[in-house]
C-alpha cells in the first residue's frame, strides 16, 4: 500500500507491467481505453448554490474556485501561475482523482478562456465545466473514466483586466480585447516564423513559465467572436507570396496577410482531427454556417487559422512549436460578449466537444524512456519521422503523441545515449504502449589528449523546429507606411472576427 501511494511506487508498478520487453526492445501493445465502453456524458444541470448561468467578475470567480477546491479536496486542487497587469491572479483549477501531483502515466491537458478579455463566453463555460466534472465524478461513468486517468488544467482567464472593462451585450469592437497596458495577449507569444518583438507582458510570461514546467500533451484555447475550431499554423511563411504583387517585402506582408493561404503543419492530419472532434461533438459548429452575411463560413467547422488570416505571436502555435503540445483555438459564440440570458445555450451546445475533447489525449501513442537498467531517462527528445516537431520525455521517462492510425517510426534520441529508431503501428482508437530502452554510448579508445573518452552522438535539440526560413528573420524587420497599414488592417480583421 505504501508503494502504491508514491511516484517512485508508481512508476516501480508500471515498469513491472511493461517488463517483458522493453529492456531488450521496443514494443507496441494496443489497449482499448475504457471510453469506447463508456456511455456518453449526461446532460448536466448546475447546482444553482454554487454557480449560475451568470458572468462573474474576478472576486466571485475567485470564491467559487475557492468554495469548489474546498467542497472537493480530492478532486481539485487550486493554483495561481502569476498576476496581470493590475494584480489579479491567473488561478488554474486541476480536476482529477490524482489532483495534487502528477500521477505516473497520466497526461495532462488544459484548457485556456479569455485571452481576450471581451470574450468572455469560454470563461463561464470553463467554469460551468469544473462544476460539471465534481458533481459527476461518483454518477457519470465517462467523467469518472476522464478523471481518473487524465489531469485536466483549467485557466479560466488569461486576461482578467481586460475582462474588467469590457461590457455585456458587445458583440464586436476592442474594448477590453487587450491587457491593460494594451496589448494583445494573442500576439504576444515568441513566433516561429517571424521575429516577434512585442514587448513580453505578465500574463503571457506566466503561461510560458506555466507551459515549460508541465508536459502539457493537448490544450485548448477559447474565444468568441466566430463559430470555428482554427489550427495551427497562424502564422505563414514568407516564401508563400503573392507572385507578381510584391515590390517590397512589407507591401508582400500585407497582401500575403489577406491572401488566405493555409500554412499547414507536419502534424496537419492530427490537428484537422482534433478540431473535428470538436466541431461534430458541437451542436451547431460542424455545419459551417456563417455568423453574419459578412464573416466567412467555414467547411465542417473548422479552419486553418492562416487560412482564415495569419497574425504573429499566437499562443497556439507557441505550444505546438517549442513544446509539442497540440493547441487549437475554439471560437464559440458569434457575439464577443452576449448577454448573460445566452450562457444555458451556450453550456448546452459547448458541453459534449469541451469534454470529448480532452478525451484525444489518450489517442495516439504513449510510453517511456529507460535507460539499460530500467530507469527512466527525462528530457529524451523524440520525434516522428516525418514530422519535424517533436516533444521531450517527462522526469519519469514519459511521454505522449496523439497521432491517428498508420504505421510510424520514432526517433528517440538523448545525451549520453546511442540515438534510436523505433517502428510502431497505431490503431483507431486504441492507445499504443511503447517502451523505447536506450543504450549507454559506446567506449571509444585513445580519442584525444586526454586519453579515453566516450562517443556521443550530436546532441538533439531541446525542441524539435522546422528549419526558420532566412527570409523569416528578414521580413521581420520591415518598417515603414506599408508595413504599419498591414498592422492596422490585421488589427481591424481580429477585433471582428476574433
Not at 108 to 133: A, C, S, T, W
Not at 339 to 351: F, G, I, R, S, T
Not at 474 to 484: E, P, V
Request: hydrophobic share 35%.
Amino acid at each position: 500500500m505504501i508503494l502504491r501511494n508514491t511516484i517512485v511506487g508508481q512508476l516501480l508498478l508500471l515498469m513491472l507491467l511493461y517488463t517483458t520487453e522493453y529492456l531488450c526492445n521496443a514494443k507496441t501493445v494496443s489497449t482499448e481505453p475504457l471510453s469506447m465502453a463508456l456511455p456518453e456524458p449526461r446532460a448536466y444541470l448546475p447546482d444553482a448554490q454554487n454557480l449560475d448561468f451568470v458572468y462573474h467578475d474576478h472576486e466571485e470567480l475567485t470564491r467559487f474556485l475557492r468554495a469548489t477546491s474546498a467542497r472537493y479536496p480530492n478532486l481539485t486542487a487550486l493554483y495561481s501561475i502569476g498576476k496581470s497587469i493590475q494584480g489579479r491572479d491567473l488561478w488554474v483549477m486541476v480536476v482529477s482523482s490524482s489532483p495534487y501531483e502528477h500521477m505516473v502515466g497520466k497526461p495532462d491537458v488544459k484548457y485556456v478562456g479569455n485571452i481576450h478579455g471581451n470574450e468572455p463566453v469560454g470563461r463561464e463555460m470553463l467554469l460551468h465545466l469544473i462544476q460539471y466534472f465534481v458533481s459527476s465524478y461518483n454518477t457519470d461513468q465517462y467523467v469518472k473514466w476522464l478523471l481518473d486517468n487524465t489531469r485536466i488544467h483549467i485557466l479560466p482567464t488569461m486576461n482578467p483586466d481586460g475582462y474588467a472593462v469590457s461590457k455585456e451585450g458587445t458583440c464586436d469592437g476592442g474594448q477590453g480585447r487587450y491587457n491593460a497596458r494594451g496589448f494583445d495577449l494573442n500576439r504576444n507569444f515568441p513566433d516561429y516564423f517571424k521575429q516577434n518583438n512585442k514587448r513580453g507582458q505578465p500574463e503571457t510570461d506566466a503561461v510560458k513559465d506555466w507551459i515549460s514546467k508541465i508536459q502539457f500533451v493537448l490544450s485548448g484555447s477559447l474565444h468568441g467572436g466566430a463559430l470555428v475550431a482554427s489550427y495551427p499554423y497562424d502564422n505563414t511563411p514568407n516564401s508563400r507570396l503573392l507572385k507578381g504583387i510584391c515590390r517590397s517585402s512589407a507591401l508582400c506582408a500585407m497582401f500575403q496577410t489577406y491572401s488566405a493561404a493555409p500554412s499547414l503543419t507536419p502534424d496537419d492530419d492530427v490537428f484537422k482531427h482534433l478540431s473535428l472532434v470538436y466541431a461534430r461533438n458541437h451542436a451547431k459548429m460542424s455545419r459551417g454556417v456563417a455568423c453574419k452575411s459578412a464573416t466567412p463560413a467555414f467547411e465542417n467547422g473548422i479552419t486553418n487559422g492562416a487560412a482564415w488570416y495569419p497574425l504573429t505571436g499566437g499562443m497556439q502555435d507557441y505550444n505546438y512549436v517549442w513544446y509539442g503540445c497540440m493547441e487549437i483555438t475554439l471560437e464559440i459564440s458569434c457575439c464577443k460578449f452576449p448577454p448573460a440570458y445566452e450562457l444555458k445555450k451556450y453550456w448546452e451546445d459547448n458541453q459534449l466537444s469541451l469534454i470529448k475533447f480532452l478525451a484525444e489525449a489518450h489517442r495516439g501513442v504513449q510510453g517511456f524512456v529507460f535507460d539499460p537498467a530500467g530507469m527512466p531517462i527525462e528530457r529524451a527528445s523524440i520525434k516522428i519521422k516525418g514530422r519535424d516537431v517533436g516533444f521531450q520525455t517527462t522526469k519519469y521517462g514519459e511521454f505522449w503523441r496523439i497521432l491517428l492510425p498508420g504505421y510510424y517510426k520514432a526517433e528517440v534520441f538523448a545525451e549520453g545515449y546511442a540515438p534510436r529508431e523505433v517502428e510502431f503501428v497505431i490503431v483507431e482508437q486504441h492507445p499504443t504502449l511503447l517502451n523505447v530502452t536506450l543504450q549507454a554510448s559506446k567506449r571509444v579508445e585513445g580519442v584525444g589528449a586526454g586519453g579515453p573518452s566516450f562517443y556521443r552522438p550530436m546532441q538533439a535539440p531541446q525542441h524539435y523546429r522546422p528549419g526558420v526560413p532566412p527570409y523569416a528573420t528578414a521580413a521581420s524587420n520591415d518598417n515603414g507606411i506599408l508595413s504599419t497599414i498591414s498592422n492596422g488592417l490585421n488589427s481591424l480583421y481580429s477585433n471582428i472576427f476574433g
